[in-house]
């Protein structure tokens, strides 16, 4: 892939990430971008920025639906998520700690994606919506991004490292620990997954 590849797949992961979509893996291409950071192929404010601006235009999209079309849907799933009082606690804190709150929720699943939602159903102030999830997402991108070049920084150094040592039973033994460590991912999210299947279900009214 190139440069402008990894470019317009970041920016369209944030934008579903910035919707407030759980489980976005925008992980890898964040790294995917401090590689060729790294290699000299892409720029690093050029990724931030990029990634900044896919996440505004996804949270300005999450506010638009809790505003408009998805209202009476983000009510009954903030209703679900958050409980009968989801509404009142997200009018709270938007109320007492606006901007904090559109910041600091950048950072925290559990709360991004209510808060992106509610702001919208809440009907919080467009203009200070804007400039807050603007700044929260400059933030998150840039230390997002930041940690992926510096990690790809010394894992490019470690395998040069090891490339200069290595012989067919260190590349064996490495293959075999990749696929354990595979293994017992696939695993440990299967019986994740069995027991959210077994679970009781929660009764809503």
Known sequence: MTAMHIYLVLFGLLVIEGIG?????????FLAAG???????????????MGTAGNLLG????????ARPGRG???RLLHRGWGADGLATARYWLGRY???VIIIARWFGPIRTPTILAAGVLGMDIWLYSFYSA??????TMAWQYANWKGAHY????WEFY?????????TLLALVLLALTAGSIYYCWRRWRAGEGAPKKIID
């Open 21 to 29: 979509v759980p489980g976005v893996p925008f992980e890898p291409a």
């Open 35 to 49: 590689y060729l950071i790294e290699r000299g192929e892409m720029s690093f404010w050029g990724a931030v920025l």
């Open 59 to 66: 949270n300005l999209i999450g506010y638009w639906l809790g």
């Open 73 to 75: 849907f983000i009510e």
């Open 98 to 100: 606006g901007a904090a």
């Open 135 to 140: 700044l929260g997402a400059f933030t998150w």
């Open 155 to 158: 894992l490019l150094g470690w």
């Open 163 to 171: 490339r200069r040592y290595a012989t067919w039973w260190t590349d």
